[in-house]
């Protein structure tokens, strides 16, 4: 969305103020460990853009709450895999070999959204040391949330939402679809899931290598209807905010729920 189309869609621009309101009339409340997935473009036009709504997030969970945001950076895997869009297999040996290792500091986010990705240089913001599916917190657990991510399980039971999960969380949703919700990649782990070959430059022993692993094979093409299934038995909370439908979950249920279908699922097959 341009700038112009986001001015004329709001009647008034969203301030650092207002958007305090708005979160705390979705539900956000002081002391909470929340996990957000956002896109700026869907709220219209915000006074201070993605640095607003951050402030804003801080300010209404506040110190003794904690915020988490996925930091993905899907291009650091191996091209032969890539498909939006795929290079040359010509190629291929030159990314596998070129590629910069895994800097929790300077690699940038991937289809995160302009939010998620300014969330992750903030002070006082700590990233997991995942190549591929980091997550950046700030707040009272945040180097709990973000530590001994492991390798080969990057969604799994040690995993930032495994942690969010133990400690009660919520998933804050604004203006994204639950193909963006993440949390649903923990509830994978509960079905039959095959293991495919991964691969990423990161650094070992003080070395840039590129590293290959086995995991499952994550894959949010379902997401859109557990999320909807979910909406339709289980209680959260839903309001607009600008022109953003925002919703907050309760993660442990989502992830249950989610768990359920992934068994019933792997019955099935």
């Known amino acids: 969305m341009s700038e112009m189309n986001a001015v004329d869609r709001v009647c008034l621009p969203h301030t650092i103020t207002s958007l305090i309101t708005d979160f705390r009339d979705l539900g956000v409340k002081e002391g909470m460990t929340l996990i957000v997935h956002s896109s700026l473009s869907s709220l219209g036009w915000v006074s201070g853009g993605a640095e607003a709504v951050i402030r804003a997030l801080m300010k209404v969970v506040g110190e003794s709450g904690t915020i988490v945001m996925p930091a993905q950076s899907a291009g650091n895997s191996d091209p032969a895999g890539w498909i939006n869009p795929p290079v040359p297999e010509s190629w291929w040996p030159i990314i596998r ?106 650094v070992e022993e003080g070395k840039r290598v590129w590293k290959t692993y086995r995991e499952i094979d994550y894959d949010s093409d379902r997401f859109d209807e557990i999320g909807f299934n979910f909406e339709s038995q289980k209680d959260y909370r839903v309001m607009r905010i600008g022109n953003a439908t925002c919703k907050l979950i309760d993660q442990r249920s989502l992830v249950d729920f989610g768990q359920r279908w992934f068994k019933e699922k792997s019955r099935k097959s």
């Open 97 to 202: 070999e070129s590629m910069p290792a895994f800097c929790k500091e300077t690699t940038p986010t991937r289809g995160m959204g302009a939010i998620a990705e300014l969330f992750r240089s903030f002070p006082g913001v700590e990233r997991s040391n995942h190549p591929m599916y980091s997550f950046a917190a700030w707040g009272k657990n945040r180097t709990y949330i973000t530590e001994s991510q492991p390798l080969a399980s990057g969604f799994g039971e040690e995993s930032p939402l495994a942690k969010i999960y133990q400690l009660n969380g919520k998933i804050l949703m604004i203006g994204v679809s639950h193909e963006s919700n993440t949390s649903l990649h923990l509830s994978e782990h509960a079905g039959s899931k095959s293991q495919v070959t991964k691969s990423a430059a990161i």
